[in-house]
């Protein structure tokens, strides 16, 4: 195994040179994207992949965060007309958690108390968040942020106001309607309206387009505004089952400013996946690491959690609207999504302890864990709780898991774990900032 290490750390600087110029983005064929370029970015990604998943098993710590850096500075490189789609999500993921699945892999075999665990994966995880965060800079994680600027965003709540009750009915924020809308394109919409006016209900917007307000700014905020109610489409019918309100098309810009600050929270947490990523791996692994985990994470996320709650109540008093799904997912403070890491962590050891339970009156680790959540209503009643299916689809996971088909590929396309002692593995990446300047 050692030799093996030796030689692929060997070859990887050539690796490296050649793979380089191979494209890792691509644009989808419904955008007028080519099947060559696509064929090549899925190839190219998959190679990666495999790279990220395997490496780490054979202690290669280092390699796996160079790869991951080596696909962010491709994909910057790299240029591409037209929307662009990337995979650097997934490549992520699976080349930190392999990578924190071999520390915690090593310091569980050499039996080392959860704290000293903690404190190597924080140094660990350090190098990998950083990366995370340049990522996040080139995404978007809602379209609301594309309203960055104050004065935007105060044009378009008066954009609402003024023209909100002719347009914004029930009938035109109907998810079909606003699809139809978007696939032909805002402009078309608005050309349609005016080859066709309604002479019982003629709209205030025609007789100001191009006039009182120039055609690009309508076409941009209904761009936004419609893609904002199809992204948060559950909180738009939470608005419309919880309000009088929302009767009144114009009186939408209050649902905007609740949708703004979820906008908000949502990048914050989005920043914070490589802990949660983390977070998952120990809960599977070392309960006992997972809970200290968590416990640092929140409080290191205390008081911006505290902030967003504080902000959602000031809207509350202001608007004189509470919405449940805004509050539960703000009530989340960041660690919520850890606290069903943990659960799903349980449901594996439920299935394997099912049968000896079988007709008795135990109550399983899971059942006790589960009882806060099922006690606690969520949401207004519209869809199945965020929880639920989160459980729902670990289960199928682990029954899946559990079929010949997926021992047959754990047994034939696997890497087997090499043994690498800890400290070795920690310390891959002491000097990752040193690195990070001289690439710069």
């Not at 490496?55 to 290669?60: R, Y």
């Not at 995880?125 to 965003?153: G, K, Y």
């Not at 006690?375 to 709780?385: M, N, Q, R």
Request: aromatic letters at 6%; glycine letters at 6%; hydrophobic letters at 40%.
């Amino acid at each position: 195994m050692a030799q093996d290490a030796a030689e692929a750390r060997r070859l990887l600087p050539e690796f490296i040179a050649r793979f380089r110029q191979e494209p890792l983005l691509y644009t989808p064929l419904s955008q007028d994207g080519h099947p060559k370029l696509i064929l090549r970015a899925n190839l190219a990604q998959m190679m990666l992949r495999g790279l990220v998943h395997n490496l780490p098993k054979q202690g290669m710590i280092r390699e796996t965060y160079q790869l991951l850096r080596l696909a962010r500075s491709m994909e910057e490189g790299q240029t591409l007309a037209g929307p662009r789609t990337t995979e650097y999500d997934r490549l992520f993921q699976l080349g930190l958690q392999a990578s924190v699945e071999a520390v915690v892999a090593a310091g569980l075999k050499e039996r080392l108390e959860a704290g000293k665990l903690v404190d190597a994966l924080e140094a660990i995880v350090e190098p990998f968040a950083t990366t995370w965060r340049d990522h996040s800079q080139t995404l978007r994680v809602a379209t609301l942020e594309l309203i960055s600027h104050d004065r935007d965003w105060v044009k378009m709540t008066d954009f609402i106001k003024r023209y909100g009750r002719e347009l914004f009915h029930a009938r035109f924020l109907a998810m079909s309607n606003m699809r139809g809308i978007l696939l032909r394109g805002v402009g078309a919409y608005l050309n349609d309206l005016q080859a066709e006016p309604d002479p019982l209900h003629p709209l205030r917007l025609l007789g100001d387009l191009d006039h009182g307000i120039p055609r690009t700014d309508v076409e941009r905020f209904m761009q936004i505004i419609l893609q904002t109610l199809i992204e948060n489409y559950d909180h738009l019918r939470d608005y419309n089952a919880t309000t009088t309100q929302s009767d009144y098309g114009e009186n939408i810009h209050r649902l905007f400013d609740f949708l703004r600050l979820k906008a908000r929270y949502d990048r914050a947490a989005w920043l914070l996946k490589p802990l949660n990523l983390t977070h998952e791996v120990l809960a599977r692994r070392d309960g006992a690491a997972a809970a200290l985990w968590r416990e640092r994470v929140e409080g290191i996320t205390r008081e911006a959690a505290d902030k967003y709650v504080q902000e959602l109540g000031q809207l509350e008093r202001t608007h004189g609207i509470r919405l449940a799904t805004i509050r539960d997912s703000i009530e989340e403070r960041f660690v919520q999504p850890m606290v069903l890491d943990h659960l799903c962590a349980l449901i594996e050891p439920a299935l394997s302890d099912a049968k000896r339970t079988l007709g008795t009156d135990e109550i399983s680790p899971l059942e006790k864990a589960l009882a806060p959540l099922a006690a606690t209503p969520s949401g207004v009643g519209l869809d199945v709780p965020a929880w639920v299916s989160r459980l729902q689809g670990e289960l199928e996971r682990v029954r899946t898991a559990k079929s010949d088909l997926a021992n047959l590929a754990e047994t034939m396309y696997q890497v087997p774990m090499a043994v690498v002692p800890f400290a070795e593995l920690v310390e891959q990446l002491r000097d990752w900032e040193n690195w990070s300047q001289e690439e710069g």
